[in-house]
């Protein structure tokens, strides 16, 4: 029984176990030197260390998922005792895994950048393993209290990624920024949860929904000829149904601040642009990822009845307008930036929106759509870390890579740099054989599997949208000189991302040419 | 090889080598080398197949060794430093011409209808993509124009770029592998696959060594494909996944898929969104805007390429894929299709040539008229137009690649394209004027040249034709004009460049053209002869697989008339088709994993249940 638990809890506990020892030997170690001292050796902050220690403990929880996921998590009883406050299903172990591979690739990128910028501080890593840690538990939990308390454990720790560089005013605004917003969005949340509990009398999503068909059911308006109690009753379902739908409508709200989604987005630029670049990579990746796995949850397990799911009066509806309203335009005012890293942010936000489009695909097409969702997410990932990470490389103390100009000449400069670069870009891009094309073929395919014909028009002309604004950055790097005088970019050199970028960019190619073994490794991870 | 054609290469190689008069060994050497070479390519056209040649002789892997041959040369090339130059253009060649000698082996293959040099393999079984490689008598051609055309741009880039070495070598090697790989794709994602990877090298390639405004041409031309490609990329799904409504297996293949008849409206929507992608691409009014720019800001080898090879990938894949999949849509939007290429095409392109300044500017609206030809003959569906389209294109490749590197040529040296700077230059540089007037003659069509056979046959098969219905005679006689202004617009240039006055000083001490440039300009100068007097070394080869082509068209075309259902897609049987045709499809005896049971003949009337 107990074995059970911590098999099925192990790529969890892993975390939690490396986490604390992290966070002790930071807090016991020397301090190796003043800031001072490090010039000219940036591998050696006392940091450095505590990188590759989390990214071995994020490795390992990956590694632990696969584990598990091979075993079996059906063949794991002694999970169902957890229920419904964590689902340890094969839903749960593909986010986890996405989950730590993200954290991962952040926490590389952090072993180079921290160092490299002065930022060396150690309490970066505990925040990340802490915050996959409630990541992870989101995409597991299945009631609405884990699920709060499960979100605040990962937003907690992001708040302070956010606000990292504390020299930085910038910094500081986009924290309190993300700070602010995510706690009203939080409080919009747990209305939402209130008004459900209200109305149904359950906190577990599965509750919630056998609840709602049975209000359903009993909300049809009774023939002429009924008791007077029949009627009152119907009318008392009804009741209860009104509330019902506001409360979905304010925890989709709620969910849709998270995975900044238009129009709730108005916090990711600053937060994005502020927040240290690993920071951003894991706001990018792994809070987008365990955001979007909630959502499936609760929209599929916990509203996915008949009625609330219908397109007259359900959720889909509303899931397709954030659609088209987040890729439409997450793309045009990504277009329009200066700053590469906010463009690489406003894209974050159009990707979101081609992520929605699979859920809404997920309503009806329910395991295709949900299957595309997850590779999605992966490939995502994987690009998205990737682009962030080739940013950093990109860059070096005082010589940054922000503005487009910073990178112009790059590719004759320094040509692995910016053929790595241009790798991602064109995996964001969705130009075959990246692993991102897959990702956008499986969404469309599941979409006009659900016969959302117009929504997938839209989203493949988006994609020609981007794909303008991910060439201007090889435009950049390959095709103009800088002005003479101007600032440039100045690679920096490190392991820890040349490690990264490594990892990321064989998973991108790899993926996109022999994308079966993930693709069936998403489908069975659906959800229903 | 017989000891006489050995004699005849040995003799032809040595008055190759004699001919420069400032050349070095070197040159010389090389001269030798591609008129003794020409000679083979030549002689092994003129043998025909050998009788015995059958399918045994088929080397599957070919096809695969053309296609990633060049992919993994571009990858290796990105490991060798760039400060060696010699090994980079020295390794790109060795590549380059070990594929055009392996294309070469294609031709010795009869061409019988059906698929040759065939392979499948699984490559993603979980949504039914195959690894499906084939050519017929269509696309063995355009292989070959690519393999020929490439090595002769790559030749005449390295004489005039000198910058950014690697990259160039990069770019041609994977633009070539992809180019290969859309041509002999038969599952439509592979052949998405390869018509995606295609823009990247381009738009490198327009982007670093284009002229002054080539990031705007660059961005212009990516954009604009892909907003194409997406749509098909949509309508490729939809088809599939109706396929797999049908018969419940997912199948990207080809061969497949085309027995998926769809419902009415979609037949249309997907007929639109393949054949908008490709109408892009070849260009047709009024998608063509992006050419123009792409051409002029373009290096000359980037034209090159462009013109020769990447616009017939429009013309193949309508002929391919749109009136394949949907040949009863194919007909009957034909007159009003044939009407936009030739008002829009042949006409209007042709009276916006006449006013260019730029020369480069007007070999490419010459490019949308000739296109605009092409089109004709494949809307027209005819036996003869159709070869004669097909004929057509590798004309275009030959012709207008001509005109480019001869362009090019003139802005190595005077770095202007402006009609209005030059004019008598016939005496200063005659060698050049000449081989100037020769494209221009295979390009206007005059007869003995290669373009007068191509366009003599379109003219032919529009008067003929079936699809074109009652209108086949005005569209003849708009074809017709558009000869006339060809020769309008070309011979205007041609007349203000070399002949009259030598009025501009500037051009008083131009060099006649020199021997490398003449070197890859020669293979060129002995096809357009070699096609206009012996076309039917090329007709021949191509006619089985085109009268298939024609006949599936007026066939199924016809059967679909009554066999479209208004909501429900529908499968054609097998026996609709002729057997070369689906030989290879893939077989669905066993179910798939996910159980689903395999329902195969007879189609299922009225779809799902």
């Not at chain 2, 379109?458 to 558009?482: N, P």
Request: charged share 10%.
């Amino acid at each position: 029984m107990s074995f059970d638990l911590f098999l099925g809890l192990s790529p969890i506990l892993v975390l939690v176990v490396g986490g604390s020892l992290l966070m002790l030997a930071e807090a016991f170690s020397k301090k190796a030197g003043t800031p001072e001292s490090l010039e000219g050796d940036a591998e050696r902050g006392p940091s450095s260390e505590t990188a590759l220690g989390s990214a071995i403990a994020l490795f390992a929880s990956a590694i632990a998922s696969v584990a598990v996921w091979l075993y079996g998590p059906e063949r794991l009883e002694g999970l169902a005792g957890l229920a419904p406050y964590l689902v340890l299903d094969r839903f749960t172990l593909f986010f986890c895994f996405v989950l730590a591979l993200g954290g991962a690739l952040a926490t590389l990128l952090a072993g180079g950048y921290l160092p490299e910028h002065k930022l060396d501080r150690g309490e970066f890593y505990p925040l990340v393993i802490f915050s996959v840690v409630g990541a992870m538990l989101l995409a597991a939990s299945g009631d609405l209290l884990s699920l709060f308390v499960a979100l605040e454990t990962m937003s907690l720790g992001v708040y302070c990624l956010t606000g990292f560089r504390r020299g930085s005013s910038r910094s500081a605004e986009a924290s309190v920024k993300y700070f602010l917003l995510g706690s009203f969005a939080a409080a919009i949340l747990v209305y939402g949860g209130a008004l459900l509990y209200g109305a149904t009398g359950h906190t577990d999503l599965a509750g919630i929904r056998d609840t709602v068909v049975a209000i359903g059911k009993g909300a049809i308006t009774p023939p002429a000829d009924a008791s007077a109690q029949v009627v009152q009753a119907a009318s008392a379902a009804r009741g209860k149904l009104g509330v019902f739908v506001v409360g979905m409508l304010l925890v989709i709200v709620g969910l849709a601040f998270k995975v900044s989604a238009v129009p709730f987005h108005m916090w990711t630029p600053d937060a994005y642009e502020g927040a240290p670049t690993p920071a951003t990579t894991f706001m990018a990746v792994s809070v987008k990822s365990a955001a979007f796995a909630i959502l499936l949850r609760v929209l599929l397990g916990g509203f996915g009845d008949a009625g609330s799911m219908s397109w007259s009066s359900g959720w889909p509806p509303v899931v397709v307008a954030l659609a088209v309203l987040t890729m439409t335009v997450g793309n045009l005012v990504a277009g329009r930036q200066e700053s590469v890293k906010r463009m690489l942010a406003y894209s974050s936000v159009a990707h979101a929106g081609y992520i929605l489009v699979g859920v809404a695909a997920a309503a009806k097409a329910s395991a295709d759509g949900q299957a595309s969702v997850l590779f999605y997410l992966l490939t995502y990932t994987l690009s998205t870390a990737g682009a962030f990470g080739a940013l950093v490389w990109c860059g070096s103390r005082g010589k940054e890579a922000v503005s487009y100009e910073d990178l112009a000449g790059i590719g004759k400069r320094h040509p692995a740099a910016a053929a790595v670069f241009s790798l991602f870009l064109l995996s964001l891009a969705g130009v075959p054989p990246t692993a991102g094309f897959f990702g956008k073929l499986y969404i469309v395919k599941a979409a006009l599997g659900a016969e959302l014909y117009v929504l997938s028009i839209v989203l493949l002309l988006n994609s020609v949208l981007a794909a303008y604004y991910y060439l201007r950055v090889m435009v950049y790097m390959y095709m103009r000189e800088p002005a003479a005088g101007a600032p440039v970019a100045v690679p920096m050199k490190s392991g820890y991302v040349a490690a990264a970028l490594v990892l990321s960019g064989v998973l991108v190619v790899l993926v996109g040419l022999l994308p079966g073994s993930s693709l069936e490794m998403a489908l069975r991870a659906a959800l229903i | 090889m017989s000891p006489a054609t050995l004699l005849g290469m040995l003799a032809v190689g040595a008055v190759g080598a004699a001919v420069p008069r400032d050349g070095t060994t070197k040159t010389r050497i090389s001269l030798g080398l591609v008129a003794a070479l020409s000679l083979w390519l030549v002689v092994s056209l003129w043998s025909g197949p050998a009788p015995s040649a059958g399918v045994a002789d088929e080397w599957p892997h070919l096809l695969t060794l053309l296609v990633f041959g060049p992919i993994v040369a571009a990858v290796a090339v990105l490991f060798i430093p760039r400060q060696s130059l010699s090994i980079l253009r020295g390794f790109t060649y060795a590549v380059m011409g070990l594929m055009l000698v392996a294309s070469l082996w294609l031709l010795a293959v009869p061409m019988t209808p059906g698929w040759h040099f065939q392979t499948t393999a699984e490559w993603i079984p979980a949504i039914g993509v195959r690894y499906h490689v084939a050519i017929d008598g269509i696309s063995v051609w355009l292989v070959v124009l690519t393999t020929f055309t490439t090595p002769i741009a790559v030749f005449s880039s390295f004489g005039s770029i000198k910058t950014r070495i690697k990259e160039l070598c990069f770019s041609f090697l994977l633009l070539q592998g992809a180019m290969i790989g859309a041509f002999v794709a038969l599952d439509l994602f592979l052949f998405y696959v390869f018509w995606e990877l295609m823009l990247v090298p381009m738009f490198i390639m327009i982007g670093i060594w284009g002229g002054a405004d080539k990031i705007k041409a660059a961005i212009k031309f990516f954009l604009y494909t892909m907003a194409g490609s997406v749509l098909m990329l949509a309508a490729i799904v939809y088809l599939v996944w109706s396929h797999q409504k049908l018969t419940g297996h997912l199948s990207f293949d080809y061969l497949a898929l085309l027995r998926v008849v769809l419902p009415k409206q979609a037949q249309m929507l997907c007929f639109w969104a393949f054949s908008i992608a490709f109408f892009i691409k070849v260009p047709m009014w009024p998608v063509h805007t992006w050419l123009p720019d792409a051409h002029v800001q373009a290096p000359t080898g980037g034209s090159v390429i462009l013109a020769a090879v990447m616009l017939k990938l429009g013309t193949y894949a309508y002929m391919r894929f749109s009136m394949g999949l949907f040949p009863q849509q194919a007909v009957s939007f034909a007159p009003n299709l044939a009407g936009i290429a030739i008002l829009g095409g042949i006409v209007y392109a042709a009276l916006v040539a006449w006013k260019q300044d730029d020369i480069k500017r007007l070999i490419a609206y010459s490019s949308v008229a000739h296109l605009g030809y092409i089109m004709l003959g494949l809307f027209g569906a005819t036996q003869a137009g159709m070869q004669g389209a097909l004929l057509q294109m590798i004309n275009h490749g030959i012709s207008t690649g001509m005109l480019f590197m001869l362009v090019g040529v003139i802005y190595d040296r005077r770095h202007t394209r402006e009609v209005a700077e030059f004019g008598g230059l016939a005496k200063v540089m005659p060698v050049y004027a000449t081989l100037f007037v020769i494209a221009t003659m295979a390009s206007v069509g005059v007869p003995g040249t290669n373009g007068f056979v191509g366009e003599f046959m379109i003219i032919m098969g529009t008067y003929t034709s079936e699809a074109l219905r009652a209108f086949a005679g005005v569209h003849t006689i708009g074809a017709a004009f558009g000869v006339i202004l060809a020769a309008v617009y070309m011979l205007s240039v041609v007349q203000k460049t070399f002949f009259g006055p030598l009025s501009n000083p500037k051009n008083k001490g131009l060099s006649d053209i020199s021997a490398r440039e003449g070197l890859a300009l020669s293979p060129l100068v002995v096809l357009v002869f070699v096609i206009g007097f012996f076309p039917s070394l090329f007709l021949d080869r191509m006619k089985d697989s085109v009268s298939l082509l024609s006949n599936h068209l007026r066939d199924v075309s016809g059967q679909l008339v009554s066999y479209t259902d208004e909501h429900q897609p529908k499968l054609l049987p097998v026996d609709s088709f002729s057997p070369a045709m689906l030989k290879g499809a893939p077989s669905f005896d066993k179910p798939q994993a996910e159980g689903a049971s395999a329902r195969l003949e007879p189609a299922p009337v009225g779809g799902t249940p």
